[in-house]
């Protein structure tokens, strides 16, 4: 996921074309192929639509529509923290709704608020059913699932999450 940081015009588009080559092979459907350029960039950049279109025979409007209709898509890399909550019934009846809010007053950011970040970093999206209702509340943060989240947990895993993510930007920045 290094590749989230900021690129030229002209390098997004040369690395929007490599990754529509890399999966746009015979029989792949636009969804698998969208979901296979955003687990390897993080994002799908616009820049990825024409290449997508002329790829697959659609026109530029058909991939725009199917990129912007699902909510797991990103047109922007994400923040270095994603937190996705449950939001599912039962989360919500085990205290996912309380959570959502310390989570929301913690880190100064709002759910659903897909591009916007806190100023430690931190994105808060909404999913529906990570498959833990018997664990709930569930969330996942940065791609790892923790489950029976309370606030307190929450505050400590977002910090080390934070921690993480600051360490590895230090170490980035020692090796160059």
């Known amino acids: 996921m290094d590749e989230t940081k900021a690129h030229s015009d002209a390098q997004l588009a040369a690395l929007a074309n490599a ?11 636009l969804l ?5 350029i955003q687990d390897d960039l993080g994002y799908v950049p616009p820049a990825a ?4 279109g002329r790829a697959l025979n ?3 409007a058909e991939v725009h529509g199917v990129l912007t209709y699902y909510h797991h898509f990103r047109t922007a890399p994400p923040a270095p923290v994603v937190v996705q909550l449950c939001r599912a019934e039962a989360c919500r009846s ?10 929301e007053a913690h880190t100064g950011c709002k759910f659903g608020a897909h591009e916007q970040a806190s100023a430690q970093g931190v994105a808060l999206e909404s999913v529906y059913c990570l498959g833990q209702c018997a664990l709930s509340p569930a969330m996942m943060i ?3 699932l923790h489950a029976k989240v309370t606030p307190q947990k929450f505050d400590a895993l977002l910090a080390r999450a934070v921690a993480a993510v600051a360490a ?9």
């Not at 990754?19 to 459907?29: E, I």
């Not at 698998?32 to 296979?36: K, M, S, T, V």
């Not at 639509?49 to 997508?52: D, F, I, M, Q, S």
């Not at 590895?168 to 160059?176: P, R």
Request: proline fraction near 4%.
């Open 58 to 60: 659609l026109s530029r």
């Open 32 to 36: 698998a192929i969208l979901h296979a």
């Open 168 to 176: 590895d930007v230090t170490h980035t920045e020692e090796a160059a």
């Open 94 to 103: 085990m205290g996912g709704e309380a959570l959502a809010q310390h989570a």
């Open 142 to 144: 940065n791609g790892t």
């Open 19 to 29: 990754l529509v080559q890399r999966h746009a092979l015979p029989g792949r459907t």
């Open 49 to 52: 639509v024409a290449p997508l």
